[in-house]
């Protein structure tokens, strides 16, 4: 994938580098009590400069074997949330989950739907996938409009599927394919054969 330009208008997608470290532990701690309900419970390392170094080389080194992505949204040069592929199998399955977060200054925005559509966009070009799913808390509405917008469809309910600040919850399960995303990107009228 080639690195976009991380100033435009429009927010954009990129890899992290080691010289955003500065500005991603920014974005931990001003949303760190913001996000606490929404993720996994963290340690006090990871609020610190040092872990965050150590997440961007972990996260390059993992795009480097096709085992998951990760991204910065960026909004006129500025940090403004992430979005992830994770847990990426290949194989018969060539599927991920995605996942994301938008600085709570600018939720509300359509920030969190662009930089899932760029991320599914990567997924099916670039990264070869057949499968993305998301998993949102059934208190979490808005992020369910997120993947709903972006093309995505409802599979399903999981009880007690990921472990979100200390407890077992719940979670929607919602998933786009390859040809999902082809067909909401044909025009109207065209027909999807030859």
Avoid: C
């Avoid at 403004?80 to 199998?89: E, F, Q």
């Avoid at 991320?119 to 409009?145: K, T, W, Y």
């Avoid at 919602?174 to 999902?180: G, L, N």
Wanted: net charge neutral; glycine share 8%; hydrophobic share 40%.
């Amino acid at each position: 994938m080639d690195t976009p330009e991380k100033q435009p208008i429009l927010p954009v997608i990129a890899p992290l580098e080691i010289s955003d470290a500065p500005e991603l532990i920014d974005y931990v701690m001003r949303n760190r009590d913001f996000l606490r309900a929404l993720e996994p419970l963290r340690p006090d390392a990871y609020f610190t400069i040092e872990e965050q170094v150590e997440e961007i080389r972990r996260a390059q080194a993992r795009s480097k074997e096709g085992s998951a992505y990760a991204f910065g949204l960026f909004s006129k040069g500025a940090l403004v949330g992430r979005v992830a592929l994770s847990n990426v199998v290949r194989g018969a399955g060539q599927y991920a989950t995605i996942g994301y977060s938008v600085d709570r200054n600018h939720n509300g925005r359509g920030y969190a739907t662009e930089a899932v559509r760029l991320a599914v966009a990567f997924a099916f070009r670039d990264a070869g996938l057949h499968r993305i799913q998301g998993a949102v808390m059934p208190e979490n509405p808005a992020s369910a409009r997120v993947l709903i917008k972006a093309g995505f469809r409802a599979e399903g309910h999981f009880k007690r599927y990921l472990r979100i600040n200390e407890r077992w919850a719940d979670h929607d399960v919602y998933a786009i394919t390859e040809e999902d995303w082809i067909g909401a990107r044909r025009p109207r009228g065209e027909s999807a054969h030859p």
